[in-house]
């Protein structure tokens, strides 16, 4: 990878955000894998958060399970729902391990925080502890969602940014951005820009589950979804260019511009599609 060379463009100077939240997709660890982690995709978001950590930015990561087992999906197989949702904390726990052990390889200084006590691989999530590490240039896992049944890793994101107050919560995915519908099935589908959290729920557009979009709205905490599979998006964002869809709460007020059309993009790449 050259994403080495994309860091020289960004001085610490220029850097829009000190504190980031980056959800990352289960799924997307995939790769082009049925199941599991791609060891070339796991390296790539490895490199991307090292590159970003260097920048001074403080970075803290929530990533889903859904590569491995969703809580969801007990009910299907006739387990009992919360037993299933205490298996897929687990599910992200692993990859919290697998995200780690990429990162050290890289020299990046990071620990892992659990909503479940793990003594073993994970420290218990102390807020103070947490933000302590940040400060102090660590890149933080959050594993093990909230450590309770009935919310998803997106709630999990939500409350751990209002919590470490970060300046944003950036969901990564392998979408470029929110749609007015999917680009798959409809070729008039185009991509928002900007747009507020009110006008999302109007629409009905799928960025998150309602709690974790509620967290966010309720404490103005801002959600920029962007494409993380295109090397440098990450080092973009905090940079200040316009990547992705970002949610704020005023919208297109927020970025200037009044036309509805301004605020939209022809469709590229894949439909918003819910991740892990």
Do not use: W
């Amino acid at each position: 990878m050259v994403l080495t060379n994309y860091q020289l463009t960004i001085p610490p100077t220029a850097l829009k955000y000190n504190r980031i939240l980056l959800k990352l997709s289960g799924e997307a660890l995939m790769g082009q894998q049925q199941y599991g982690i791609d060891a070339n995709r796991l390296m790539q978001y490895a490199e991307e958060i090292k590159i970003a950590a260097e920048t001074g930015t403080q970075v803290a990561v929530v990533i889903g399970g859904g590569n491995i087992y969703r809580g969801v999906q007990a009910e299907a197989f006739g387990l009992d729902r919360v037993q299933g949702d205490y298996m897929g904390m687990l599910a992200t726990v692993i990859n919290s391990m697998a995200l780690q052990s990429a990162l050290e390889k890289l020299d990046v200084n990071t620990r892992l925080l659990s909503g479940l006590h793990i003594q073993q691989v994970c420290e218990p999530y102390i807020r103070r502890r947490a933000m302590r590490h940040l400060e102090k240039g660590r890149v933080v896992i959050f594993g093990a969602g909230i450590g309770s049944p009935y919310f998803t890793t997106d709630s999990a994101a939500s409350l751990r940014a209002i919590e470490i107050e970060a300046d944003v919560v950036l969901k990564g995915t392998r979408v470029d951005g929110i749609y007015t519908a999917d680009p798959e099935k409809d070729p008039t589908a185009k991509r928002f820009t900007d747009i507020s959290f009110d006008e999302v729920m109007d629409k009905k557009l799928n960025v998150m589950d309602m709690t974790a979009f509620t967290l966010c709205k309720e404490n103005n905490l801002p959600i920029i979804v962007f494409d993380m599979n295109k090397e440098g998006n990450l080092q973009r964002l905090l940079r200040g260019d316009s990547v992705g869809t970002l949610v704020s709460m005023n919208g297109a007020t927020a970025a200037g511009a009044n036309e509805p059309d301004a605020l939209l993009q022809p469709a590229v790449g894949e439909p918003n599609t819910p991740s892990a």
